[in-house]
Nanobody, 120 residues
Framework: QVQLVESGGGLVQNGGSLRLSCAAS????????MGWYRQAPGKQRDLVAV???????EYDATVKGRFTISRDNAKNTVFLQMNTLKPADTAVYYC??????????????WGQGALVTVSS
């Protein structure tokens, strides 16, 4: 079974920066697409950014140009560099990964969530 562990959330002022990390661990697995989602209080969980195993990226329009998703395939880790943060970016950020094992051709796993709070 694959697990994702997130780190890097916290409190930052309007216009500041934060970097989130998410590392996958387990045995005999292969990671595919990895992504970041966020959920603000009282709202649904929305996609922020996604990166394929060969490095292709997509971003939600609200973060394009401010956030950068990247990954280290050797370490099964995905990152989200968040710059020029706004109070509207305040949310719990969840990482997500598609993976496969010898017994599971396709599965999805979520991280535990990291709270990002941007003060005005």
């Amino acid at each position: 079974q694959v697990q994702l562990v997130e780190s890097g959330g916290g409190l930052v002022q309007n216009g500041g920066s934060l970097r989130l990390s998410c590392a996958a661990s387990g045995r005999d697995f292969s990671i595919g697409d990895m992504g970041w989602y966020r959920q603000a209080p009282g709202k649904q969980r929305d996609l922020v950014a996604v990166i394929t195993s060969d490095g292709m990226t997509e971003y939600d329009a609200t973060v394009k140009g401010r956030f950068t998703i990247s990954r280290d395939n050797a370490k099964n880790t995905v990152f989200l560099q968040m710059n020029t943060l706004k109070p509207a970016d305040t949310a719990v950020y969840y990482c997500n990964a598609q993976y496969s094992t010898t017994s599971l051709p396709r599965a999805t796993v979520w991280g535990q969530g990291a709270l990002v709070t941007v003060s005005s």
